[in-house]
């Protein structure tokens, strides 16, 4: 699977940014996906995920009721709308594709590049 990550920016702290990934090269459907982030210095941190079909979705504690995770299938695209950002949500930000569960450490079977997302205050 290529993962191709897109939407990042600047944006004003309490603003919304909508993230893409869009996948190509096997069927998107057989895998769960993922948004990670890791700022400066920091290790890559688990942001939320979201089953193959959609049904089931994962959030740190950090961006729970703020960020919301969803899949188009027939695009192969997952999004994540994050609203109400803060300063601490300046990473880095890289969608993960796996076919197995344990969501939230970084045993991904594909990367995305990454796409910046900087909070201004």
């Known amino acids: 699977v290529q993962l191709q990550a897109s939407g990042g920016g600047v944006v004003q702290a309490g603003g919304s940014l909508r993230l893409s990934c869009a996948a190509s090269?096997?069927?998107?459907?057989?895998?769960?996906m993922a948004w990670f982030r890791q700022a400066p210095g920091k290790e890559r941190e688990f942001v939320a995920a979201i089953t193959r079909s959609g049904a089931n979705t994962y959030y740190a504690d950090s961006v729970r009721d703020r960020f919301t995770i969803s899949r188009d299938n027939a695009r192969n695209t997952v999004y994540l709308q994050m609203n109400s950002v803060k300063a601490e949500d300046t990473a880095v930000y890289y969608c993960?594709?796996?076919?197995?569960?344990?969501?939230?450490?970084?045993?991904?079977?594909?990367w995305g590049q990454g796409t910046q997302v900087t909070v201004s205050s």
């Open positions: 993960g594709a796996r076919l197995s569960y344990g969501f939230r450490n970084t045993n991904y079977d594909y």
């Open positions: 090269g096997r069927t998107f459907v057989n895998y769960h």
